[in-house]
T-cell receptor, first 115, second 115 residues
Framework: DAGVTQSPTHLIKTRGQQVTLRCSPK?????VSWYQQALGQGPQFIFQYYEEEERQRGNFPDRFSGHQFPNYSSELNVNALLLGDSALYLCATSLQGATLGNGYTFGSGTRLTVV | AQKITQTQPGMFVQEKEAVTLDCTYD???????LFWYKQPSSGEMIFLIYQGSYDQQNATEGRYSLNFQKARKSANLVISASQLGDSAMYFC????????????FGSGTRLQVQP
């Protein structure tokens, strides 16, 4: 039973460029949430996708956008990269309507470095 | 708004001893869930234990137990019989049952288990 798969695992980009990160959810999960984790900090919520729509959004600028596909996989896009966007990007998946205690399953993340 | 506070940036414990990691929270949600996650150097967030705000008993999962004191708004993680493999970052997180469908994380505690 595959867990959450994120790709790529590491990425180096130049300021001003654009990047796309990908997430395949755990089998049976239909909701995808993205988090940004800066070095030495806890993860911060970016947004959540369900039924191919952005359902909720954290305090992130419009440079951060996403998409969910019919197979529930998701992409996170970041435009006009800044040095401060360097972080570990985590994808967490869940099943809409499941009890809260079932929790979220996280991937191993994509480590983005902006130079 | 929700807030998680973890006041211990780092902790040391001897192998086979017990350790308590502190977590206090603040929320306006009447019902909520509290989570603990382990994050090894690989980056993946590993779910450890969950406590619902209306659960009558403290949660336990193997060597992990959650010391939930609702009046004090604390949800401390107790790890019994520490093992070398327990060395990692530990994050406390919460989510309300309604409204914002995102986890709010603390800043984490780095636990080092010494032989």
């Amino acid at each position: 039973d595959a867990g959450v798969t994120q790709s790529p695992t590491h990425l180096i980009k130049t300021r001003g460029q654009q990047v796309t990160l990908r997430c395949s959810p755990k089998s049976g999960h239909d909701t995808v949430s993205w988090y940004q984790q800066a070095l030495g900090q806890g993860p911060q919520f970016i947004f959540q996708y369900y039924e191919e729509e952005e359902r909720q959004r954290g305090n992130f600028p419009d440079r951060f956008s996403g998409h969910q596909f019919p197979n529930y996989s998701s992409e996170l896009n970041v435009n006009a990269l800044l040095l401060g966007d360097s972080a570990l990007y985590l994808c967490a998946t869940s099943l809409q309507g499941a009890t809260l205690g079932n929790g979220y399953t996280f991937g191993s993340g994509t480590r983005l470095t902006v130079v | 708004a929700q807030k998680i506070t973890q006041t211990q940036p780092g902790m040391f414990v001897q192998e086979k001893e017990a350790v308590t990691l502190d977590c206090t929270y603040d929320t306006s949600d009447p019902s909520y869930g509290l989570f603990w996650y382990k994050q090894p150097s690989s980056g993946e967030m590993i779910f450890l234990i969950y406590q619902g705000s209306y659960d009558q008993q403290n949660a336990t999962e193997g060597r992990y137990s959650l010391n939930f004191q609702k009046a004090r708004k604390s949800a401390n993680l107790v790890i019994s019989a520490s093992q070398l493999g327990d060395s990692a970052m530990y994050f406390c997180a919460m989510r309300g049952y309604t409204g914002r469908r995102a986890l709010t994380f603390g800043s984490g505690t780095r636990l080092q288990v010494q032989p």
